[in-house]
């Protein structure tokens, strides 16, 4: 039996000091994420229904609501994203020989360049 002395946290203690709430707020990303994914998992789905269903579920896509949830997904994704690649250099640093490279590189080696390159051919792909 653990008779350690806990000390209470109020349901918003992450609001008190600035880094808690980015971290909060980079978690709670995700549940945009999993929101987005359903979305897809729907799109396939009607997609399989056939060509009038799926059409439908298309001109469903241009009112309002769905365009300003896609945008807030896309704004949730690259919050996580950025977040993400800024955090991964801390857990996994990398060294060139006995010198450990500077965050911002290692995030950019890691994260950030492949990112834009990975873009970029995906862009250059759609639009030719």
């Not at 946290?9 to 992450?14: A, G, I, K, N, Q």
């Not at 994704?77 to 020989?97: A, E, Q």
Request: hydrophobic share 50%; glycine share 8%; no cysteine.
């Amino acid at each position: 039996m653990n008779l350690r002395y806990k000390t209470p946290l109020r349901p918003s203690w992450f609001m008190d000091k600035p880094g808690f709430r980015l971290f909060m707020l980079r978690e709670a990303t995700s549940l945009f994420m999993a929101g987005y994914l359903i979305f897809l998992l729907v799109w396939l789905r009607r997609l399989g229904q056939g060509p009038e269903a799926y059409a439908t579920f298309l001109e469903s896509l241009r009112h309002p609501v769905p365009i300003l949830l896609h945008l807030v997904a896309l704004a949730a994704s690259l919050y996580h994203s950025i977040t993400w690649f800024n955090l991964t250099p801390k857990i996994m640093p990398m060294y060139l020989g006995e010198d450990r490279l500077p965050d911002k590189l290692a995030a950019v080696a890691m994260g950030f360049g492949p990112w834009i390159v990975l873009s970029g051919i995906i862009l250059w792909g759609v639009l030719r």
